[in-house]
């Protein structure tokens, strides 16, 4: 079984600032790993994904997350923070070949202040 | 490709009344996935369907939610009777073999019950 656990339903940064968004997972088998973004009214948009390549994964707008299997974490960050990136921010697990079932961790509402 | 098409995009009604929900996935796209996103649980799976069959319903709520998918391009998710706490908003995301594990979603059905 897989689960997810995000650290901080709130997280609030200056313009500017490092983004730094908190996921910990648990899983039976291998995971993939995924951060989704949702904007106001919106569905949820891939940010980046983790399927057992590189470690360090690249996703859109700037935003990076490394998996570090011996921390059981996928944590989200990005340099500098942009009025743009306020959103909500999901992390989530599926399993290899489980037909790409998707658990989403509670999601972390990100604030960006001038 | 137009995405993920749900409808409506918002829903009112009374307690008792029937509700469906309609989606039509990404042509092509052979995993169809229903969530539920509320303030209280956050993003939760209903169900989800392989080539238009239902592979895992342990998320539906009761008895009083249903989903069918009658072929590729059409998933319906009804409660009947509604109540008040079914209000939430209720997605469709699908996906296929070749989007490595990724899911697409669409707009979401803002459900009212009241």
């Known amino acids: 079984a897989q689960s997810v656990t995000q650290l901080g339903s709130h997280v609030s940064v200056s313009e500017g600032a490092l983004v730094l968004l908190r996921c910990n997972y648990s899983?039976?088998?291998?995971?993939?790993l995924f951060w989704y973004v949702q904007y106001p009214n919106q569905g949820l948009q891939l940010l980046l994904k983790y399927t057992s390549a590189a470690t360090l994964v690249k996703g859109i707008n700037g935003f990076e997350a490394e998996f570090k299997k011996s921390e059981t974490s996928f944590h989200l960050t990005k340099p500098s923070a942009h009025m743009s990136d306020a959103a909500e921010y999901f992390c989530?697990?599926?399993?290899?070949?489980?037909?790409?079932?998707?658990?989403f961790g509670a999601g972390t509402r990100l604030a960006v202040h001038p | 490709d137009a995405g993920v098409i749900q409808s409506p995009r918002h829903e009112v009604t009374e307690m008792g009344q029937e509700v469906t929900l309609r989606c039509k996935p990404i042509s092509g796209h052979n995993s169809l996935f229903w969530y539920r996103q509320t303030m209280m649980r956050g993003l939760e799976l209903l169900i989800y369907f392989n080539n238009n069959v239902p592979i895992d319903d342990s998320g539906m709520p009761e008895d009083r939610f249903s989903a069918k998918m009658p072929n590729a391009s059409f998933s319906t998710l009804k409660i009947q009777p509604s109540e008040p706490r079914d209000s939430a908003v209720y997605f469709c995301?699908?996906?296929?073999?070749?989007?490595?594990?990724?899911?697409?979603f669409g707009s979401g059905t803002q459900l009212s019950v009241l």
């Open positions: 899983s039976s088998v291998p995971p993939y």
């Open positions: 989530a697990v599926s399993a290899f070949g489980g037909y790409n079932k998707l658990i």
């Open positions: 995301a699908s996906s296929s073999p070749g989007t490595d594990e990724k899911l697409f």
